[in-house]
């Protein structure tokens, strides 16, 4: 049990809607990151947020946006979905810079 | 090329041997090193997070690390079928963006 957890696990979009994906981090955790994996690859840095502050991007566009909140919750949020957004998004987080990320089991977002 | 390399495999093993995955890399800036074990449909759990060369144990996995040869290695010994899993290696610099960089993830089946 990490303590991370997602919401929705699996979600179904269409092209050009947008989405906003959900993550509940164990309380104290105090940094929260967004990853994208595709299907067979490792997860990708999407963000990370700081005391709900992001101070940390990956090379993916501005359609991809987050919010982090003081009760430790967070969200991503993708604008004008594109077939390639299909894959699964992960959120971790972890007391501080010096401890290991944990994982919640994702969000599967499927782009139809 | 890729910051982090990993033979996604699959790799088939028959129950009791002893596993031995491998990740290479080229930015001599990472100096923290994780593994992840990943089933499907889950999130990545964290086995094992270290710092310094040389090796970590903990149960049956042991974790090397050679930051000469930039090389990491994850070991399972007396493997199980519940051992079947995707392993990820992950790592980060020290300071700055807490970024995870990934592995593609080796593909392991421990055959009964």
């Known amino acids: 049990e990490t303590g991370v957890t997602q919401s929705p696990t699996h979600l179904i979009k269409t092209r050009g809607q947008q989405v906003t994906l959900r993550c509940s981090s164990q309380?104290?955790?105090?940094?929260v990151s967004w990853y994208q994996q595709a299907l067979g690859q490792g997860p990708q840095f999407i963000f990370q947020?700081?005391?709900?502050?992001?101070?940390g991007r990956g090379n993916f566009p501005p359609r991809f946006s987050g919010l982090q909140f003081p009760n430790y919750s967070s969200e991503l949020n993708v604008n004008a979905l594109e077939l390639d957004d299909s894959a699964l998004y992960l959120c971790?987080?972890?007391?501080?810079?010096?401890?290991?990320?944990?994982f919640g089991d994702g969000t599967r977002l499927s782009i139809l | 090329q890729k910051e982090v390399e990993q033979d996604p495999g699959p790799l088939s093993v028959p129950e009791g041997a002893i596993v031995s995955l491998n990740c290479t890399y080229s930015?001599?800036?990472?100096?923290?090193f994780m593994w992840y074990r990943q089933y499907s449909r889950k999130g990545p759990e964290l086995l094992m997070y270290?710092?310094?060369?040389g090796n970590k144990e903990d149960g049956r996995f042991t974790a090397q690390v050679d930051k000469s040869s930039k090389y990491i290695s994850l070991f399972i010994r007396d493997s199980q079928p519940s051992d079947s899993a995707t392993y990820l290696c992950?790592?980060?610099?020290?300071?700055?963006?807490?970024?995870?960089?990934f592995g593609t993830g080796t593909r392991l089946k421990v055959l009964a």
């Open positions: 971790a987080s972890s007391w501080d810079s010096n401890q290991p990320q944990h």
């Open positions: 309380s104290g955790h105090n940094t």
């Open positions: 947020y700081y005391r709900e502050e992001e101070n």
């Open positions: 930015n001599s800036a990472f100096q923290y």
């Open positions: 270290t710092y310094s060369s």
């Open positions: 992950a790592m980060r610099v020290t300071s700055g963006t807490y970024k995870y960089i």
